[in-house]
């Protein structure tokens, strides 16, 4: 036998090469996570000088009073702007950090791996079924933040890395994925619905641009599916929220 990089093989074969799968495969920046991330701290300092405190959610100022998502606002203000606003605000500068940090190890890695187009639909149609999911959670509690969009990506990961060939539970991805899936769970004024929401839309929308894109085919049908799954998670958030406003109207 004869040791090579891949390990231990036969002297016929040892000088074959075997190819590696990686998920990064392209050294062009992600200028679309760094895109998206100074949008968000963006519109957190917006959130500060339009009143907002760097803490909580309660002292979130005008921004959050106009741009959060809640069932009533979209229902009866017809304020459906909420739906992708709401994905850019945070309830404080911790909130803020978290978000970024995941945003941009997560980016790092998928952007180059799947071009700015598909990661840039990813994250708008992850954001969108998780205001969809939250929406369904607890249309009454105000909602914010990237973590739909970042939880997107997660599963986009998954993804994208069970269609090279790899494991996506056998590297850290899966382990990070499954934490952040218990701390939803266990930890109070986290958004559950927002956060599987994103997941799911996340998971669906990488299968369409990265599985069923693969067939030549099926490239521009599956981009418009997972055009249309962001626009009917549109249609769902206010036919929920209208719903969910003549129901808690009535009760009032």
Request: aromatic fraction near 8%; charged fraction near 10%.
């Amino acid at each position: 036998m004869t040791p090579t990089p891949v390990g231990m093989r036969c002297p016929e074969c040892s000088h074959d090469r075997t190819k590696v799968a990686r998920i990064r495969s392209s050294t062009s920046e992600p200028t679309a996570t760094y895109a998206l991330i100074a949008i968000n701290v963006g519109a957190f300092l917006v959130e500060v000088f339009t009143g907002g405190g760097l803490a909580s959610l309660s002292s979130g100022g005008t921004l959050i009073t106009t741009g959060g998502l809640n069932g009533p606002d979209v229902a009866y203000g017809h304020d459906y702007w909420r739906l992708v606003t709401s994905g850019f605000l945070h309830a404080g500068i911790l909130h803020l950090l978290f978000n970024m940090y995941m945003l941009f190890i997560i980016g790092r890695l998928l952007e180059p791996a799947i071009g700015s187009t598909r990661f840039t639909i990813i994250y708008f149609v992850s954001l969108l079924c998780g205001s969809l999911g939250a929406l369904l959670w607890d249309p009454l509690v105000m909602t914010v933040g990237a973590s739909g969009a970042v939880f997107g990506l997660m599963g986009a990961a998954m993804v994208t890395l069970r269609a090279r060939g790899m494991d996506p539970f056998s590297g850290g991805l899966g382990m990070i994925l499954g934490l952040n899936l218990v701390i939803t769970f266990i930890l109070p004024g986290i958004s559950i619905g927002g956060h599987v929401g994103g997941l799911i839309g996340g998971l669906l929308s990488a299968w369409l641009l990265i599985d069923v894109a693969a067939r030549r085919s099926a490239r521009v049908p599956a981009t418009i599916a997972c055009l249309l799954l962001g626009v009917a998670a549109v249609g769902a958030s206010i036919a929920v929220a209208d719903s969910s406003g003549k129901f808690f109207g009535l009760l009032g």
